[in-house]
């Protein structure tokens, strides 16, 4: 189903004691919680964890055998609702999602589990999307965990200490009442690597157990008086277990040297980072060996005071090392080293940017700035390849590189929704855009621009549902399916019914949660075994209230934006939906093309389309491309010698959906575009008839070059 | 193995390229060759189309074993630390360089094609980029650099860029496996196998053959050479005695063209026009040349018969089966995506009719009807090959059209634009002529060329006023197309009349 199938490399994860497992971090996050003997998963797929949520979907199989329930939740607060069952039950229970977005979807959820407290080990799986290639605004998971006091895991990235803390992190929770949360930053998710396995354990106490034998303690719901009581216990006994069992287990670990006036304090998913910048430096070698004292937080909340101040104690200075801002571990540090009358000074942000990803690069000069302050006479011995630009070849190479913003695949069926737009815009004016989340958000790119505002997943209409005025002009609001099943059918439909909004919305319906991997949604057309699809949408929309509905195939441009036209002009008051549908073209391209291939093999007739432009027609404005920004339609030499500019050229990764020769009839482009259907093993008609229509246009073709040949110059 | 030393290998490529791929057969190649692998990648909006990085770290895991302890990997490239570096396209080695990646002790392979960015591919002109420089500066950065069109090597051997580069990588010596083991890696995964080992061995040879650089392109299919038809040669012979060497090449493709237009009459007239050009040229011919090229354009002007005539040739029916590579045998149906308004239609008839048509909103009303939407014409089926073939041969019409009337008039005030200018000042009379390139297209955007023509031709006085005309124009000229509303132009415009009545003012206050 998703756009990555895990089928092969799920079998892994039935390997047992001793064996070493190859594979991604998430794919060994799986493991690990198999390995803990959870009851039950669940969670919403969303970078860089969606393949956490495939690599479950695909594992369906084992997970049963493992009496595992999985969930592929409706949203993460469903998701992070789904904990309550560890609240009343010996019940060890994970979820996942993309962070922190995610996390503020589920925060009401989790800060009710966390106020409850749990008693079976609850696992709360972090992706962090911070730093390069994200997609989210850049903030941190960490102020979850301090406000709901929650723990924050966050291991050194390799498979071997991520694994062991995910087990860890189940006991620290049931030692605690409290659930923890695992922090993996985005290529930890992805990293390739191995570490050996344990057996998959089969939980003790079953949901069935907790089916038939209900438990209830009044003391665990969220409700006066319990509520003053969970925030004492929270102070008074999770707290302090916490920090013991923090404190026996040596979660956190103290590495490198263990003397010396200075030292290193570091997120644990930094470590290696830091490592290979001190290698860099000439202070460690390639297995982490160091004279430098180095204290490793695995735990990043809470901080263990004790570990703290004996760690900084005798030393002139520390250099706290933490990712993202504000400087949560930094003030703390300093708090405790204040509170235990300890003189060691602390440098953080003083030597590190303050925002920003930390990367090797950035280590190497924080770490350097601050050795530079604090042990000038450290020996070191800058171990890099030569530099051989010039400022000023460098410069030139910085100017010179274009910048490759997202889009819409090839043949995407959401690209035509924006050219129709466009085009709309040309005849009635422009209108205020507000946009969601999902593939479609990459309207607000070129060659579109289209998009004012993205305030969050399914909160497209929501968006814009202030700008309710009498006015000549509607607003248009976009959401995805992902973004509507999410909560765009309440936070946008139903508050837009509500609420009597006269604007338009226009959902893309491409039958997945497509940005995140090709999930299945409620309304995809495809039948999956253990979930219920072909919900339509439409459906939905109209049992909410809605009168004024539109369902349109988004590769019709022209009517596209006829009805696009409509909404925003018609008399009739009320919301407008339009629901434009297409099927997501990676999807159906990695469902069609083996099955094409097969049939091309097996000598079966088969018919490809794709499109052309005539390079003689193409005057080289390319109208066609503002138009649309497809990876297969791009640009060639102009082969006229009179012409400079380049003609646009489509290449073959063209799937042949149809957009430049919608996009040429809806805007009266040019006559340049064709389609061309490849056919493949003909049958005996095909070959007739071409062969009759060949002869026929063969005979007036030379008719028309003899004629020609009477002016012919060479 | 003699070298057993770490290797920290980044793949700098662009999302959909199948970047996973290659990473993940280096992996497995060093798995099976003694190295601890450990690879990681960004996955999210970067894989849709953008630019993407996967990094690959391998250590021998002799000299883990003899420490008894694992190595510490990183997950992200350090700058200064790569020791090899493999780029999909060319900018995308220029990335790897900025982000300092690519030192001495690199060896950085790259494809040497491109694959345009949206920046470069909406301009309204021509917007790319050229990759020299970023070829001059892996020249010098990398310590090693090996690049060869491997996108053609890809398209040669119907395989993947991914297996081209392994090979390439293979082929580099860059890492000390030998070549068994890089194809038994591509054997062992069981995908497309021969296709890979084909595209495998282009990259492999591509790099060590040392012929860097691209491979020959499809060889083009040529009308064997005949001489000059006995109607045209009164006109080549124009050409050569009446005009100087340097204009022949570019008047010579301009009299080809017109007369393809229409006839030898047109190529005459062509010539009568280009030589009152002539007449005020000076020695380096610069203006004749200019004019030559876009007087050609301007006269060859898009029309339906034009359109018709050139869809339904035989040259192109060839063409489009190599465009969309098609199998030499292979049926191929072609249908064209047209839309002829009234306007195309109204080109064709006499002026009067013309004008009356598109004056009467009747005649709109009905003709729209017929001509509202748009349409497909199955050009390789005889449905639509006919009409087509029909329309082309409506040349005749032409000289007595609305179209022609129009277009001879608006060429004639241009050359006497070109000409009034030329006896001043011939730089800014050959920058006039060039803005004949505002106009192409059909339909609106042909409507939008012309409108940018008439306002830049409007200001020429104020032009010519200023310090450098030529370049004045040449400025306008790219404001032109630096975008479809007009804003650009529009804000120059504005700056040129300011200017002006600043300067204006200064010399006013300076009297």
């Known amino acids: 189903m998703a756009e990555r199938s895990f089928a092969k490399e799920v079998q892994d994860l039935r390997i047992g004691a001793g064996e070493v497992f190859h594979g991604e971090g998430i794919l060994a996050v799986t493991k690990a919680l198999l390995q803990s003997g959870v009851s039950y998963v669940g969670g919403y797929q969303g970078a860089p964890i969606s393949h956490l949520m495939d690599v479950l979907a695909d594992a369906e199989e084992i997970l049963g055998e493992l009496k595992v329930h999985f969930e592929a939740s409706a949203s993460e607060a469903a998701a992070a609702a789904m904990l309550a069952a560890s609240v009343n039950y010996p019940l060890r229970g994970a979820v996942t999602w993309k962070s922190t977005v995610g996390t503020n979807v589920a925060s009401d959820a989790l800060a009710s589990v966390a106020s409850s407290g749990v008693l079976g080990g609850c696992l709360v799986i972090v992706g962090e999307d911070y730093g390069e290639g994200s997609s989210i605004m850049q903030e941190r998971t960490h102020a979850f965990a301090m406000k709901s006091q929650m723990w924050l895991l966050d291991p050194r990235p390799n498979l071997t200490s991520i694994t062991e803390m995910v087990e860890r992190g189940f006991e620290l929770s049931e030692a605690s009442n409290t659930p923890v949360m695992l922090e993996l930053r985005i290529r930890a998710c992805h990293v390739y690597g191995s570490f050996v396995a344990k057996d998959n354990v089969t939980p003790d106490f079953t949901l069935r157990d907790a089916m038939e034998n209900p438990q209830r303690d009044y003391s665990r719901v969220v409700l006066p008086p319990s509520n003053f009581v969970h925030e004492v216990e929270k102070i008074e006994d999770r707290w302090p277990a916490a920090i013991r069992f923090i404190e026996e287990q040596k979660l956190n670990e103290f590495l490198g040297g263990d003397n010396g006036d200075i030292g290193i304090v570091v997120q644990g998913g930094l470590y290696n980072a830091l490592m290979r910048a001190l290698e860099l430096s000439g202070l460690a070698d390639s297995f982490g060996n160091t004279k430098l004292p180095i204290y490793c937080l695995n735990v990043t909340y809470p901080l263990i005071e004790s570990e703290v101040v004996d760690f900084c104690r005798g030393k002139s200075a520390v250099l706290m090392i933490e990712e993202g801002q504000p400087e949560y571990l930094e003030q703390a540090v300093n708090s405790i080293l204040k509170n235990a009358d300890v003189e060691t000074k602390v440098a953080g942000k003083s030597v590190f940017p303050r925002a920003g990803e930390y990367t090797g690069q950035v280590l190497k000069e924080g770490v350097a700035a601050f050795l530079d302050r604090f042990a000038p006479t450290l020996d070191r011995d800058e171990a890099i390849g030569e530099n051989r630009l010039s400022d000023g070849d460098a410069k030139t190479v910085a100017a010179t590189v274009p910048g490759r913003p997202a889009g819409f695949c090839t043949g995407c069926p959401e690209r035509p929704v924006f050219s129709a737009m466009k085009l709309v815009q040309k005849d009635i004016g422009k209108f205020h855009v507000s946009c969601d989340i999902g593939c479609h958000l990459f309207s607000i790119l070129p060659p579109f621009d289209i998009g004012n505002t993205t305030m969050g997943y399914g909160l497209g209409w929501a968006g814009s549902s202030a700008l309710q005025a009498d006015s000549k002009q509607r607003t248009v609001s976009i959401m995805g399916d992902g973004g509507f099943w999410h909560n765009g059918l309440t936070s946008g439909v139903g508050n837009a019914v509500f609420n009597k909004n006269d604007n338009v919305l226009v959902i893309v319906d491409n039958g997945y949660s497509a940005a995140t991997g090709g999930q299945h949604l409620l309304s995809s057309r495809a039948t999956n075994k253990t979930k219920s699809t072909n919900n339509r949408i439409s459906k939905a929309v109209k049992g909410l209230g809605v009168t004024w509905l539109e369902e349109v195939n988004t590769y019709d441009i022209s009517r596209m934006k006829k009805v696009l036209t409509d909404a925003m002009t018609t008399k009739k008051k009320g919301p407008k939906v339009i629901v434009a549908q297409s099927e997501c073209m990676l999807n159906r391209q990695r469902r069609e093309k083996p099955i094409r291939q097969k049939a091309i093999r097996d000598g079966k007739r088969v018919v490809r389309e794709r499109f052309g432009v005539d390079e003689d027609t193409c005057t080289g404005d390319h109208a066609c491309i503002r138009l649309s920004g497809c990876p297969s339609l791009t640009l060639k030499d102009n082969p006229d010698p009179l012409r400079d500019d380049p003609v646009a050229h489509v290449n073959n990764e063209c799937v042949g959906c149809g957009v430049c020769g919608g996009n040429a009839h809806a805007a009266v482009l040019c006559p340049s575009f064709y389609r061309a259907d490849l056919v493949y093993n003909p049958n005996w008609w095909d070959k007739t008839s071409t062969r009759i229509r060949g002869a026929i246009i063969g005979f007036l073709q030379r008719r028309r070059d003899l004629r020609r040949a009477r002016y012919a110059f060479e | ?511």
């Open chain 2, 1 to 511: 193995m003699s070298d057993d030393r770490p290797f920290k290998i980044a793949i700098q490529a662009l999302g959909g390229q199948g970047g996973g791929v290659l990473s993940g057969w280096i992996v497995k190649l060093g798995e099976r060759s003694g190295y601890i692998a450990q690879s990681t990648s960004v996955p999210g909006v970067a894989q849709r189309t953008g630019a993407t990085i996967y990094y690959i770290e391998l250590f021998p895991r002799r000299l883990a074993e003899e420490q008894r302890k694992e190595p510490v990997l990183a997950l992200m490239p350090v700058p200064g630390d790569v020791d090899i570096v493999l780029a999909s396209e060319i900018m995308e080695a220029g990335r790897a360089i900025d982000r300092g990646f690519v030192t001495g002790n690199t060896t950085l392979i790259a494809s040497s094609h491109r694959v345009y960015a949206i920046g470069e591919k909406i301009g309204m002109g021509d917007a790319r980029i050229s990759p020299d420089s970023v070829h001059a500066a892996a020249e010098k950065a990398a310590g090693r650099f090996l690049s060869a069109d491997m996108e053609a090597c890809a398209a040669a051997t119907d395989s993947i860029i991914s297996s081209v580069l392994f090979g390439a990588l293979a082929g580099s010596d860059a890492l000390p496996m030998p070549r068994d083991e890089f194809e038994a890696v591509i054997r062992e995964q069981g995908r497309a196998v021969e296709r890979n080992l084909a595209g495998f061995a282009a990259g492999f040879d591509a790099v060590r053959s040392g012929a860097v650089e691209t491979l020959p392109t499809a060889e083009e299919t040529e009308a064997p050479e005949s001489t000059a038809a006995p109607a045209v040669r009164p006109l080549l012979t124009r050409l050569e005695t009446e005009f100087p060497e340097v204009t022949h090449h570019m008047a010579f493709e301009g009299l080809k063209r017109v007369v393809d237009h229409q006839d030898p009459r047109y190529g005459t007239l062509y010539l009568d026009r280009l030589k009152t050009v002539l007449a005020l040229d000076d020695d380096d011919y610069q203006l004749t040349t200019t004019v030559a090229k876009h007087l050609a354009l301007w006269m060859a002007y898009d029309d339906i018969v034009r359109v018709a005539d050139l869809k339904t040739r035989a040259t192109r029916f060839s063409r489009f089966r190599r465009d969309v590579v098609a199998a030499p045998d292979q049926i191929v149906h072609v249908s064209e995506y047209m839309h002829p308004r009234i306007e195309e239609i109204c080109d064709l008839l006499p002026p009067g009719i013309a004008k009356w048509i598109l004056g009467s909103k009747a005649a709109r009303r009905i003709t729209g009807v017929f001509l509202g939407k748009g349409r497909r014409l199955p050009t390789t089926k005889l449905r639509g090959f006919i009409p087509l073939y029909i329309v082309a041969s409506l040349k005749f019409l032409r000289r007595s059209s609305y179209k022609y009337q129009e277009e001879t008039a608006r060429i004639e005030n241009w050359l006497d634009l070109i000409r009034e200018a030329a006896g001043r000042d011939r730089a800014f009379a050959t920058e006039i002529a060039a803005l004949q390139r505002l106009i192409k297209g059909y339909g609106d955007t042909h409507a939008r060329g012309l409108r940018n023509f008439a306002a830049i031709t409007a200001v020429l006085d104020t032009l010519e006023r200023q310090p450098d005309p030529a370049d004045a124009t040449r400025r306008l000229h790219n404001a032109a197309l630096a975008d479809e509303n007009g804003v650009a132009l529009n804000a120059a415009l504005v700056r040129l009349e300011k200017g002006e009545q600043d300067s204006s003012g200064a010399e006013a206050a300076r009297a």
